[in-house]
């Protein structure tokens, strides 16, 4: 049974970092995508933050290209989101995703499996 499990997400003033990491365990992966997704109340969950595990390749939203950097650890098949320069519009419930393979959308309907959720919250 694959497991994603999260950590990371909290509470920060505007212009904070918080770092989330996602773990991935039950299985061995052969060449995943994985990433971040958000979803603010109201509004659709969107992809903030995708690795390709095949080449390094990664992808960005606009709304936080530099500022946010994805990375990972093949060993530990893991992957980290490092946020800085937080934002009040920042504020969502962000999930980890992954996809046994090589992902072709940046769209939630390309991910095979999720985590549960962690909270980022941005005062201001």
């Known amino acids: 049974q694959v497991q994603l499990v999260e950590s990371g997400g909290g509470l920060v003033q505007a212009g904070g970092s918080l770092r989330l990491s996602c773990a991935a365990s039950?299985?061995?992966?052969?060449?995943?995508?994985m990433g971040w997704f958000r979803q603010a109340p109201g509004m659709e969950r969107e992809s903030v933050s995708l690795?390709?595990?095949?080449?390094?390749?990664?992808s960005y939203a606009a709304s936080v290209k530099g500022r946010f950097t994805i990375s990972r650890d093949n060993a530990k098949n893991t992957v980290y989101l490092q946020m800085n320069s937080l934002k009040p519009e920042d504020t969502a419930i962000y999930y980890c995703?992954?996809?046994?393979?090589?992902?072709?959308?940046?769209?939630?309907?390309?991910?095979?499996?999720w985590g549960q959720g962690t909270q980022v919250t941005v005062s201001s």
């Open positions: 690795i390709w595990w095949s080449d390094g390749s990664t």
């Open positions: 995703a992954l996809k046994d393979g090589v992902a072709t959308t940046t769209y939630p309907s390309g991910f095979n499996y």
């Open positions: 039950g299985r061995t992966f052969s060449r995943p995508t």
